[in-house]
């Protein structure tokens, strides 16, 4: 019963659609995969490893734009650093829309102006000595529970956010805003990656009441709402309080609402932004940190060359930290809307496209990056290639406004890492060395559980496995 109901309401969305889209998209968009009647691309939309089978359209219709239509959407995937970078990177406000956070709203450039003060070069400079300080915690925290590398990432990522955000000085502090933190990045990674719910393919569904059959992406969303609203009030609230009281430490929250006083909207969007550093850091730092080990138990050589600790002097760090972006990024698809009609190239681009970049095929292009599949840092060291930054971090005016502080704390644990600990693949039961097996980023914590460290001889004592 409940099947069929679903399926009506589904089909209901699509015929409702299906005449508005209809002469909106018999303009020439850009090339893309032939649809079915009615359904257009909707069963082409891929579910799971979406990043690869975006790179496999854009070859079968040999271009690096490619569109995707369904009753109600267009979809543009964007395979290119050129076309990301036309249309997202320096473009204008049109293509400057954020499909997951925000629209380009005077609320949206407000927050970013306001990110951009509290995470400059000077917010960098008054972090650092306390990013340094960490580093043995998070040492110390790998040789005690090697096999959690995941959990000791997340608590050490976790306390620097808590810091710079909000002024905490550890995890420890509050640990169910920790834990709700961990909760509200699971939410954004369950919502964010498209095609997870029925509505991302059929806009129209949003127009359902919660309580109806196939609406449960509504309540999933209520749920999520609420955790997230949690998180980012409870240490806010501190922050002012502790503020009132005179007991503040310096933080991005307490020196934007000193500077900014008076204006509830502006102190909105200090509340918000910070809980995005908060929660957006410890997901993005743990990831990256992640990559580091199986990269460095598949090159030892690598590992071998990098035995050092000045950043200035630190040409061969700074290119492992660049590969290990590049490699495997943080964030595999970025999401962008356009607020108007466009064209671009000849080609028709509707108000309201759901835009796609493809990071992972940007940072894999062969012309870019020869044997991309590879762990090379000679490509950076010597042959001068394109660092991956910009791609890993968003794009032109849209890049990260925390890259600064997100790039020095990188740089820090891995010099840190690789300076003391040596990083070797698994050992099964009998002995013999576990290759590890480089798969997608949901898959980090299963894969290469067991990649474990030994303290090097001359640094640390002995030069036992530590697990």
């Given at each position: 019963m409940f099947i069929l109901l679903?399926?009506?309401?589904?089909?209901?969305a699509v015929l409702s659609s299906y005449w508005i889209a209809g002469r909106r998209q018999s303009r020439h968009l850009p090339p893309g995969p032939s649809g079915l009647p009615v359904l257009g691309n909707a069963l082409q939309i891929p579910r799971g490893r979406e990043h690869l089978a975006f790179v496999e359209m854009g070859r079968s219709v040999g271009s690096d734009i490619v569109a995707l239509k369904i009753p109600g959407q267009t979809f543009l995937v964007l395979n290119s650093h050129e076309a990301i970078s036309d249309l997202l990177g320096q473009a204008a406000d049109g293509w400057s829309g954020n499909v997951t956070l925000a629209n380009n709203t005077p609320r949206f450039r407000t927050c970013r102006k306001l990110m951009r003060k509290g995470l400059g070069p000077s917010a960098v400079r008054s972090f650092a000595p306390f990013l340094q300080r960490q580093n043995p915690?998070?040492?110390?925290?790998?040789v005690r529970s090697p096999d959690?590398?995941?959990?000791?990432?997340k608590r050490a990522t976790g306390r620097i956010s808590m810091k710079i955000a909000y002024g905490y000085h550890g995890v420890e502090a509050d640990e169910e805003l920790f834990d709700l933190a961990v909760e509200a990045n699971r939410c954004f990674d369950e919502t964010a990656v498209f095609g997870v719910w029925m509505v991302d393919l059929f806009p129209a569904l949003k127009h359902i009441p919660s309580w109806f059959p196939g609406a449960e992406f509504k309540r999933y969303a209520a749920r999520a709402h609420a955790v997230v609203t949690n998180v980012v009030n409870k240490p806010f609230d501190a922050v002012k309080e502790h503020m009132r009281e005179g007991t503040a430490d310096g933080s991005y929250s307490s020196m934007l609402l000193q500077s900014e006083q008076g204006n509830a909207d502006t102190e909105d969007c200090i509340k918000w932004t910070a809980g995005s550093i908060f929660t957006g850091q410890m997901n993005t730092t743990t990831a990256t940190l992640s990559w580091f080990l199986p990269a460095m138990a598949?090159?030892?050589?690598?590992?071998?060359?990098a035995q050092i600790s000045d950043r200035d002097a630190l040409p061969y760090v700074t290119a492992v930290v660049r590969e290990v972006l590049r490699w495997h990024p943080v964030v595999d698809l970025i999401p962008r809307a356009t607020a108007h009609d466009d064209e671009y190239r000849g080609f028709f681009i509707p108000a309201k496209t759901a835009v796609i970049a493809n990071v992972w095929a940007v940072l894999r292009d062969e012309s870019v990056y020869p044997q991309a599949d590879r762990f090379i840092l000679e490509r950076f060291l010597e042959h001068g290639a394109r660092a991956p930054t910009d791609a890993a971090f968003?794009?032109?005016?849209?890049?990260?406004?925390g890259i600064l502080i997100a790039d020095e704390s990188v740089f820090l644990s891995i010099a840190s890492m690789l300076a003391t600990l040596d990083i070797s693949k698994a050992k099964d039961a009998a002995g013999r060395a576990v290759e590890p097996v480089v798969e997608g980023l949901r898959e980090l914590s299963k894969t290469f559980q067991g990649v474990y460290r030994a303290p090097l001889e001359g640094r640390c004592g002995s030069h036992t496995p530590v697990c």
């Open positions: 679903d399926v009506l309401v589904i089909a209901i915690f998070l040492l110390a925290a790998l959690s590398y995941d959990e000791v990432f598949l090159h030892p050589d690598v590992q071998m060359k968003g794009f032109g005016r849209r890049i990260c406004p």
